[in-house]
């Protein structure tokens, strides 16, 4: 029997395995191994209330390890992990600016790495992975002793954050201490923690350390102070449950530590560690003996009930004795939800714009909409928008206590100023708000035990004073507009701020666009003349998150005008041959005719240059003539244009552009762009056929068709096949040659016929296939006439 | 096709109002590419107490390309032929676009404080300069009170 229920676990049918194990426990009498057999089936099939149970008694009938427990850890984190895999990602990616995405810290060393987010050097050296933090793209980590630090950033984490900079290096101090090991050296390790939390109160990090500090030197009651402030500070960091299950379990609650332990596992699955105390502390709840006076124990949990027996209680509807734990584990992390969503104001960077720029990308517009709303007192939006935020977000009724500076603790922004943006925003505050209100409504029996629950009000009102008297905040740097230099954000090469910062493997920012033309002419970096061959090669430029998330945030009018001159560019190239007459880049070099694929490879600068635009403008397409190197005007009066089906890149940024003949033109006058030629043309097209012409017209396209057919013929075999692997077969005649460039054959004909390329663009320009006809009659005939003799 | 670069007018702008000791550089009033530059020649170098004037020309290409440089005035120095060019490495394959028109003229400055007879323009001027290096400094300041007296720079 136990081995059908076995296996109708193995194949994931827990049902049956309940009901197979039930059985035998009434059948044969209850045993150790039945109990955890049908409490592992109970877990793994979602039925925690009982499965608890069934652990329980399996205690009771023998020694259970905490090794034993793991299908309902397994089990538990499946569960509440289901409901944070979106969240997960979204807490990730509103750390950006001047967080890592790591340790959720300000950047320390900060790093780009090739996908373009960036990171503290130290966290990127603790991954063992080959792969993004927070998008998971592929970087190559075997060379992050090759990534130069980013000076940008660098430069501005400088200036805008000095405390935390001088907090930073205490903590350093700190960490030498703490990884010495003996109690003198912990003891130091504190003092240097609470320095610098005294320097920077927000720094979650330092908060954590210390906790971790004072729980290496037993003493678990400041360890858990100290981790609930983590808490508060970042609800999405996993590490700061950790500490604080780390705390509860070394005081011995381990209930409050199982909940915590659950709680980091829920926002990061891969805990081990977290995952390793969960268990034991499970194993210390389900072992505890039964109490000596059932009723009593029962009733005082009615009365005072932990956070564990609480969600047990609250959701365990009329059932028996243990709770169905998942749904209220779901309303946990969904308060955990809220108080992230509700976290914009602790990180370094205010919410609004973050959220406009996960969007998409054209968060442009959305930012002129909030730039419209600039107060008249000139105040910037940045500095009202995060008050408004943290104030909406913590509506505490508390008092506001320690409050070095209450005047700025007074959001100057009343609801009624509210962009629709921000509008949104507090109704979803709201709503967190509500919801956690139910939440602590539940809690509200709880009296002794601190809960996650209990401190989030709390927490959100220190949070506000400290925003408000902290430099740390987002705001500060409005408060000190004069620490807001352009120039700080400002590409060396354009001399203006930076639209599209891309940053080198050598740690310099530059504009995309800007990068791109010298490295067009050598494959350096313009500031340290450092190889960018490797780089260049990847062709993954990518953004600069960080960098364009704080110019989007705290230049935003000097970035709107930014991108406005970006675009004013680009709608100049990609007015770029529309139109009947039209300015179009012209790639000097030979003629091409309508229809016919003309591969090119690209390897001068400014055609690289040219290509590019092309590209990026959407317009894929430029004109091509021929060169005259005897005329003054330097490339011929007509041309045909390219239109753009393929580019491959060699490494070094040379590359085969694959196009094909479109329309034809006239030049009417010349002139030049970013080096290369450009011309104001006129697009030719043949003038219609009449029906009287079409008879003359069809039967001399016969005739000079199969001409050329012959003329195929008599071509040695091997030019014959170059031709054709070049040009393609002979296209057929076109039954109706009223076209704008007319039958395509006759195009295939002056492309391939060894012609004077002098005869081939008079031919070009000639506006008649009626013409055209003609001209190639006198051509095929001659050299058929030739052929014979 | 397009106006003058932003990056040319920054330029400008900032050269305008932080010039460099010494130099003195004004977009000529037709043509913003094109720079008078007057440089004082350095103390404690033969062109001491002469000022040199010189054109800078920024070329369409600018900045990918490097500015044109020439002294105007003459002067007696290996790495300056008797046209005015200048051998100047960030002139011509060391040139990077994050250098600027700064840049250019602190280092022409810095050549005339240090000239380099090892990688000459003027090939007998640096012969001079490597045979008899005193004879060569008075040769310089010579010329330098004979062709770049201050008075003689506004009369030019
Ligand atoms: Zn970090
Ligand atoms: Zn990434
Ligand atoms: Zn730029
Ligand atoms: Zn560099």
Redesign the pocket.
Known sequence: MVDLAKEAFSTNNFGLAVDIYERTIRENGPTLELFLGLADSLALGGNFAKAFQSYKFAYRYGKVTPEKLKHLVASLIKSVKQDLDHVGSQIKKKTCLFT??????L??DPVTVPCGHT??R??LEKDKSNYCELCGSVNYRGKLKHLNSNFVLTNLIDKWFPNEWKAARLKKDGNEFFAKGSKGNLIHALTMYTEAIEVSPNDHLLWSNRSHTHASLDQFEDALADAEMVIKLKPQWPKGYFRKGFAAYGLGKYEDAAVAFLQCLALDQKATSAKDYLSKALDKILSALPPDDPKTEALQQRSNPTLLQKLVENNFSGQLLLPDITNTLQDLTRAVKDAISNTGSTSYEPVPLLESKYKEHSSIDKGTESNKLKLPDGSSLDHLESHHLFNSATSSPLPRKRSRNPSLTQSPLSPTHSSPQKLSKSVIDMNASSNKAQLASVESSASSNKTLLDSVEPSASNKKTQLASDPMSADKIVVKPKERNVEDLECGLCYRLFYQPVTTPCGHTFCRKCLDRCLDHTVTCPMCKGNLAEYLAERRQAVNIAIEGILETYFKEEYLERCRMNDEEMVELIRMGSGQQSDIPVFVCTLSFPTISCPLHIFEPRYRLMIRQCMESGNRQFGMCMHMPDSDSEFSDFGCMLEIRDVQYFPDGRSVVDTVGGRRFKVLSRGKRDGYNTARVEFLSDKPITGEEMLVVNALQLEIHSAVQYWLTTVPSFRRNRIIQHFGELPEPDTNPSTVNGPNWAWWALAVLPLDPRVQLTMLGMCSFQDRLLALKKIIEYLNRRSCH | MAGLPRRIIKETQRLMAEPVAGITAIPDEQNARYFHVVVAGPSQSPYEGGLFKLELFLPEEYPMSAPKVRFMTKIYHPNIDKLGRICLDILKDKWSPALQIRTVLLSIQALLSAPNPDDPLDNSVAEHWKTNEKSAIDQARQWTQLHARANNVNSH
């Open positions: 890592c995405g790591y340790c959720l810290g950047l320390a990171f503290c130290h966290c």
